[in-house]
């Protein structure tokens, strides 16, 4: 007896389980891929610089005799700034002037006799070589006392005074500082990857801290014709207005640069898993019986607040699990509890699904 029951419970063993127990359904939240218009930004930092901007010196070692500016004062182009010493300069200007005005008197008076054939044209020729020598003298003497003279070489606004009248400044002594502050150039370090996105023309949106964080509109004027092998950046100009003269040169500026919208494909950043370096999603495969994930390699693109843009992977209209996904393997079967249409919160989604619509399906 004993012996037929342990017959009995071997071959019972033996025999294979009709029924097991199915797994559970996860539910989860979803939400479709879908397009929309997205405009890339690209941060960076530059140095404001003035449009056009010099250090005024002397050319030549003489003393200051008069100063005809002041510290900040605008100016124009052609403006004395100051003077030096040049005594001796004029008293040589009005002997190149007489000796100007007597060869050219001799030269004329050769010249009319030669044309009544009472002069030769020898003498002729030399009273026009004097002539000629005594106006390069003349504009020489001039050149001179010009090099005595600082004058303002553009429009702008001058900088602190250096000087003092009496002081000897000798070639490369700074006497001030000349900005034109019209406009501004933005000098900025832009990475080499962005360089397709750039062009002259694209707008940029500046902030300087020293403005109280305001903003400044402007655009891209030039780029660099290389890319630095050790930063691996390209050096970006940009020109902002400065009609208020509230920029100001050295400034350091937070830059924005607007790329052209494009549209996208955009999925919930809630639904981004990152393993190392590579990210993935799980895609609800609604045309199995009961539904499944699959779990998709995803190349992404740029972000938004609360979205991510993806380059390949997901299809547009796929529905994509937002929450949930902790629970989820390849190949888990899922159920819907309530799809994300735009971007209400978990709360939201819960109080969605306890909703008596969808108890009712």
């Known amino acids: 007896m004993h012996f037929k029951a342990v017959i009995l419970a071997l071959s019972f063993c033996s025999l ?3 029924i097991s127990a199915a797994p559970a359904s996860v539910p989860v939240f979803v939400k479709a891929a879908t397009t929309e218009l997205l405009s890339e930004k690209i941060e960076a930092i530059g ?3 003035a449009n ?3 250090t005024l010196s002397a050319t030549v070692t003489e003393t200051i005799t008069a100063i005809h500016f002041d510290d900040g004062q605008r100016v124009n182009a052609g403006d004395v700034l100051a003077e030096m010493t040049s005594t001796e300069e004029h008293a040589q200007l009005e002997e190149a002037l007489s000796t100007v005005k007597e060869a050219e008197r001799q030269y004329q008076r050769i010249k009319s006799l030669v044309n009544a054939k009472l002069s030769t044209e020898s003498l002729l020729d030399e009273r026009r070589a004097a002539f000629e020598t005594a106006g390069a003298k003349l504009n020489a003497t001039r050149s001179r006392l010009a090099d005595r003279l600082i004058l303002a070489p553009f429009d702008g606004v001058v900088g602190l005074r250096q000087i003092s009248v009496g002081q000897l400044v000798t070639p490369g002594d700074s006497i001030t500082t000349l900005d034109d502050d019209s406009v501004m150039k933005l000098d900025m370090s832009v990475p080499a990857l962005f360089l397709n ?3 002259p023309g694209m707008k940029i949106t500046a902030k300087a ?3 109280d964080n ?4 402007g655009e891209i004027f030039s780029i660099d014709s290389r890319v630095d092998p050790i930063t691996r950046a390209v050096m970006v100009r940009a020109l902002l207005p400065n009609e208020q003269r509230n920029l100001k040169p050295g400034m350091l500026v937070t830059v924005v640069l607007q790329k052209a919208p494009q549209e996208q494909l955009m999925i919930s950043e809630k639904s981004l898993i990152q393993e190392g370096f590579n990210q993935f999603a799980f895609v609800v495969d609604s045309v199995t019986k009961p539904a499944r994930v699959v779990k998709r390699k995803l190349v992404t693109g740029p972000r938004r607040p609360g979205a991510i843009a993806v380059i390949s992977g997901i299809q547009v209209g796929e529905l994509v699990v937002t929450h949930g996904t902790m629970r989820l393997s390849d190949g888990s079967t899922v159920h819907i509890a309530a799809e994300q249409k735009g971007d209400e919160s978990l709360t939201e989604l819960l ?11």
């Open 47 to 49: 140095t404001l610089k």
């Open 214 to 217: 305001r903003y400044v509109e």
């Open 209 to 211: 801290a020293g403005l």
């Open 351 to 361: 109080r969605q699904q306890a909703s008596p619509a969808n108890k009712s399906d």
């Open 197 to 199: 996105s750039l062009a």
């Open 16 to 18: 294979p389980l009709s």
């Open 52 to 54: 056009e901007a010099v």
